[in-house]
């Protein structure tokens, strides 16, 4: 399945490494949403583009955006990632591979040639609006790329 901009974006609930569960309906009339999916924890990239998204949190907060990331990682590992980095937006778990699926943002095999690990999410991200309807798509087929952080902090002003 591929998203692509106006589309409803399907529901889903995560939990996180407290046992806390985040539900993207939750946030309907409330706030706008960043998805980020991210390929693993403890990877350079991924460690990037997350350190850069919690240095950016006031940017996101003022365009009235809730940033959730998430990963096809055990919760316990992103606590641990997360507790390191002090990342200040919820790291989920998306064990059973479902919600990236649902998203379009999954690899059968990632970087065969090198890991040959089987089942990961693609680095993407997605606006979902304060609707429920998505407003900005990108996955990456390379995940050494990061996404368009300008390009996401656009379409939120817009939604502004």
């Given at each position: 399945m591929s998203?692509k ?16 569960a ?24 991924c ?7 919690r240095d950016s949190?006031?940017?996101y ?39 990236s ?18 089942g990961?999410?693609?680095?993407a991200?997605f606006v ?5 309807i ?17 390009a996401?902090?656009?379409t939120?002003?817009?939604?502004s």
């Amino acid at each position: 399945m591929s998203l692509k901009v106006g589309d409803i974006a399907p529901d889903f609930s995560l939990k996180n490494a407290n046992n806390e569960a985040f539900t993207l309906s939750d946030f309907r009339g409330k706030k706008n949403v960043v998805i980020l999916f991210f390929p693993a924890v403890g990877t350079s990239v991924c460690e990037k583009e997350l350190c850069s998204t919690r240095d950016s949190m006031k940017d996101y907060e003022n365009l009235d955006a809730q940033v959730l990331a998430i990963s096809v990682d055990g919760p316990f590992a992103q606590k641990l990632w997360a507790d390191k980095h002090q990342f200040n937006f919820p790291l989920l778990s998306d064990f059973n591979k479902e919600v990236s699926q649902l998203y379009g943002a999954f690899y059968d095999v990632w970087l065969p040639d090198k890991f040959n690990l089987k089942g990961v999410s693609k680095r993407a991200a997605f606006v979902v609006d304060k609707n429920g309807i998505v407003q900005y798509v990108e996955v990456l087929e390379n995940a050494g790329e990061e996404p368009n952080y300008n390009a996401i902090k656009e379409t939120l002003k817009k939604l502004s």
